[in-house]
């Protein structure tokens, strides 16, 4: 079955960067069609697209944020690598990754991990 | 500000139906299809409802989805305590290169 595993630091700094790895299992980010996003939700709000890597290696990112995010994948260890820099405390949020099996979005999420940027 | 409207919240009694809105524009609902993710308390966003109107294996055919011009729905029928969650909206933007927009997600309390 497919599942997707977020993981990286509870606490960053403000002003470092953000490294989380998606490793998932159940499907080939080298099919064609595959694609693994970033989505965040600062608590209490709405979710947010940040990032979404494809399986011929195309990128994309949230218009808001491309400056600070960059996405990489390593097919065969079945991750996703999303690096997010210059943090503030309003980059405070569960980080999810999730499928995409064109043209459906999001159809499996990891269960999420919180980032809380303190100094 | 989230590029798809949602009401904030909508309840409801047990074995009543509730309907939930999402609008949006030609760029994203008008243009193409509506998905619907539920949210249960504590846990990761699931798919609900995809191609405005398709459940996946294991959403009882109590939660339907429609679409017409730029806004769609979600209904559930027959409310049950288990029902209450976040549900958010979303949909692909042609205006956004690869961009899924959300709704700003409405929090469904059954009384």
């Given at each position: ?119 | ?20 809105s999402c609008?949006g524009?030609?760029?994203?609902i008008g243009s193409n299809y509506v998905y619907w ?12 409802i995809?191609r405005n109107n ?11 989805g429609s679409k017409s011009g730029t806004s769609a729905s979600l ?14 909206c979303?949909a ?20």
């Amino acid at each position: 079955q497919v599942t997707l595993r977020e993981s990286g630091p509870a606490l960053v700094k403000p002003t470092q960067t953000l490294t989380l790895t998606c490793t998932f299992s159940g499907f080939s980010l080298s099919t064609s069609g595959m694609c693994v996003s970033w989505i965040r939700q600062p608590p209490g709000k709405a979710l947010e697209w940040l990032a979404r890597i494809d399986w011929d290696d195309d990128k994309y990112y949230s218009t808001s944020l491309k400056t600070r995010l960059t996405i990489s994948k390593d097919t065969s260890k079945n991750q996703v690598v999303l690096t997010m820099t210059n943090m503030d405390p309003v980059d405070t949020a569960t980080y999810y990754c999730a499928r995409t099996q064109n043209p459906v979005p999001f159809d499996y999420w990891g269960q999420g991990t919180l980032v809380t940027v303190s100094s | 500000q989230s590029v798809l409207t949602q009401p904030p919240s909508a309840s409801g009694t047990p074995g009543q139906r509730v309907t939930i809105s999402c609008s949006g524009s030609s760029s994203n609902i008008g243009s193409n299809y509506v998905y619907w993710y539920q949210q249960l308390p504590g846990t990761a966003p699931k798919l609900l409802i995809y191609r405005n109107n398709q459940r996946p294996s294991g959403v009882p055919d109590r939660f339907s989805g429609s679409k017409s011009g730029t806004s769609a729905s979600l209904a559930i029928s027959g409310l049950r305590s288990e029902d209450e969650a976040d549900y958010y909206c979303a949909a692909w933007d042609d205006s956004l290169s690869a961009h899924v927009v959300f709704g700003g997600g409405t929090k469904l309390t059954v009384l």
